[in-house]
């Protein structure tokens, strides 16, 4: 049985940083893409973030660009999300997502195993 289990969320203000942890068990983050996604409230899940090719290469979302950094540890099992530079409109769910289906990464269906959420608040 695949578990993904998000860590890290909390409150912080504009400019602060935080960092999301998603410890996997029943999958190897390291047999292909794995990707963090962000959910507000009345907006869509947006895909932020994908790592793959063994961690060596990765894909950003325009708005967390510079900002935020993936990557993972193999021996963990873990996928990390670094954030940076927060905003108050980074607030949001946030989401890891394993066992892509191929297509674009970033895209919410194309992953069949999904974390249950970390809330992350950010304020002016």
């Known amino acids: 049985q695949v578990q993904l289990v998000e860590s890290g969320g909390g409150s912080v203000q504009a400019g602060g940083s935080l960092r999301l942890s998603c410890a996997a068990s029943g999958y190897t983050i390291n047999s292909g893409y794995m990707a963090w996604f962000r959910q507000a409230p009345g907006k869509e899940r947006e895909g932020i973030a994908c790592i793959y090719n063994g961690g060596r290469s990765t894909y950003y979302a325009d708005s967390v660009k510079g900002r935020f950094t993936i990557s993972q540890d193999n021996t963990k099992n873990t996928l990390y999300l670094q954030m940076n530079s927060l905003k108050p409109e980074d607030t949001a769910i946030y989401y890891c997502?394993?066992?892509?289906?191929?297509?674009?990464?970033?895209?919410?269906?194309?992953?069949?195993?999904w974390g249950q959420g970390t809330q992350v608040t950010v304020s002016s």
């Open positions: 997502a394993a066992d892509f289906r191929g297509g674009y990464c970033y895209i919410p269906t194309k992953y069949d195993y």
